[in-house]
């Protein structure tokens, strides 16, 4: 079954805020067995609003709206979807009651305004936002399905978990189909040679199956995907495609590397530290992310200036006077640092010119040091990442990861 | 002038990768006097990219695309745009020895599949892609105009920055019209409660001004935005707006937190550093994120793990062990930790319980104490930043943030 998403706000189209909401429900639909055909984004304007509405019933079954349900005058998409539907504001007692829990504590908040959260449309049917006061509205139009969220990400998240995707599952019991993804990732390889290597197989991959090359941050990820009932089909090609690529490939499946790393010391029952300068803290937030990395992850050094490099993680003053905050030396000097001050089983330390400013003919932008510390010793090895401050600092974020994973499979 | 944005991927409609193109385009074409009218979504399908492009060339006179341009068989934007405007593919020497050029100390790279690269539309006008080998491709229709850019983030903004927005101006010179959006932060106010103080003001508002709330983490940011030629009507509400709600006014520009934070401390010739245990390194990577910071921010102690609070930062083992990593007394020994080893005259700490795991009766998931440092004395609070490990920490990192402005604005 197919389904679209209609994202409503002035700040999407004057890039005050990114669309991060798609994605993630796009995720959600396809774990469903649900096609997202198409993702429009519209300001908050009833005229525009109505037209994507007509123009994303004609071509999906679902279509899932966000934003502009806030209890502003700027907020316009309740009273859009009444005029879409022809139908009127009625209080809804199970809207009022949970917004009234909701703030019980917050007696300021309570006020007109927020009162006008719990008027919903006549003919829909409320889906409780568990935790905000803008309620879930869904609507059937013969046997297609319109459902409101609000925008803000959190609120739609749970609303989709919660609420939205059990709803649409019993609405629409025969909506799944088969969709599965197999990604993979590689690096060491540019993209056009690798699709010469894939290029005889690739030819003769069944229709069913498409391939996708995603390239980025000097690695490449390569998806298959199926939209038809033959798991068997995309099983054998998946088998076929690790074969050909296995010289390259990092991870058989869709993972941050960091996440990689992490399963990989978990196993194992080790520890790993950082001492980042260009970074500058990327790779902890990184490491930091997700839930549990508590138990392998043991902390960072950001060690933005040099005296932190010194006071902190013991890089000599000599040493960064002769050789300078980006060499071989210092970033030894600090991976080793790292390892010692946090007792850990390995490190990764990182240094380098993340520009626009601070580049010399001898060390351009984009020249970035990286070390990492072993308890059988430490490697060091310099890049060049390219230009461009975001650009850069990803990249080593990227070649950081894979070269402790690269590590520790061999010597690890 | 009309635009409008296509975001040609699979990836995105699956939601492995998140479209941040088009809100950084939606920037530069406000800038530039262009209003985004509709950014769209479709998947690399001939037939949906087609209908597409008919239906934004019936709302706009620029449609800007991206993606599908890479030398892979996936990638089919090319030759639809051939099949939409009539034409057929040519070589080009101008790209040819553009990707000569690029790829010449990589000899691999320079295969046959990358030759596919300076194959070009024939009717159409080459803008160079200095940092890719994908054409930039320019079309003409009529008085109308589709640009053609790859997806790859670093590409897709060189190139609209030194190629696309100068090549528009040059073409449609009376394309730009007034735009201006002036944007100010408010905190310590329920959205409806400033709707309210703000309402008798709001529904005078001259019809050519357009007010936005924007609430995110326990922050509002308020838009006046105006698309006529009345800058003097905006500048006047704008200062009525600035003066109603000055009791709970951040900063009266769109500016991330960390910049006012960094800008404050610039004037002062004063620095900081950050000590994160829940925040991770998320607080370093803004900080650090901006050019210029490390005349200001001095670096980071992630602490993750007790044993890095305890041998870095010097938290006493009975302090974690008796009050517990999530403490007042933890944060304000982390805070003093910190500034003293970086040597900085003001310094944050965090420390909480992100989840989903970890919490208690006591302290639930949610649970942040913060701490601040200045020459003056420390002060620390205690945060309940609700459910969800993303937005904990964002929300952690804007109290974070707004702590810190607020102290030295009243004792700085």
Known sequence: MNCEIITIGDELLIGQVVDTNSAWMAQRLNERGIVLKQITSVHDDAE????????????????LTTGGLGPTKDDITKKVLCDYF????????????????????????????TATQWLVPENCTVLTNRVGSAPIMAFTLNAKRLISLPGVPHEMQVGMQEQV????????????????????????????????????????????LHLAYLPKDGTIRLRLSLYEDAID???????????????????????????????MLLAKGQTISTAESCTGGRLAALLNAHSGSSAWYWGSVVAYDNSVKQNVLGVPADVL??????????????????????????????????GPTGGTPDKPVGTVWMAWATPDGTYAECFHLGSGREQITTRACTKALLGMIQILRKFG
Request: proline fraction near 4%; charge should be negative.
């Open 233 to 263: 089909v995309l099983d054998e090609q998946w088998n076929q495609l690790k074969e050909l690529v296995q010289d390259y490939l990092v991870v058989d499946e869709d993972k941050p590397l960091e996440l990689v790393l992490g399963q």
């Open 321 to 354: 006077e002769t050789h300078g905050a980006v060499s071989e030396e210092t970033v030894r000097y600090m991976v080793e640092g790292v390892r010692n001050l946090a007792h850990t089983d390995y490190a990764i330390a990182t240094s380098g010119i993340a």
């Open 86 to 113: 022809h139908t009127r504001l009625v209080p809804s007692k199970q809207v009022e009651e949970h917004v009234r829990k909701l703030y019980k504590n917050r007696p300021d908040v309570l006020n007109r305004l």
């Open 165 to 208: 995707l059990p709803w649409l599952t019993e609405q629409l019991p025969d909506m799944a189909q088969t969709i599965a993804h197999r990604t993979l990732l590689v690096s060491g390889i540019a993209e056009s040679s690798l699709a010469i290597i894939l290029e005889k197989w690739e030819n003769a991959l069944p229709d069913c």
């Open 48 to 63: 525009h609003i109505t037209a994507a509405l007509d123009e994303a019933f004609n071509r999906a079954d679902i279509v």
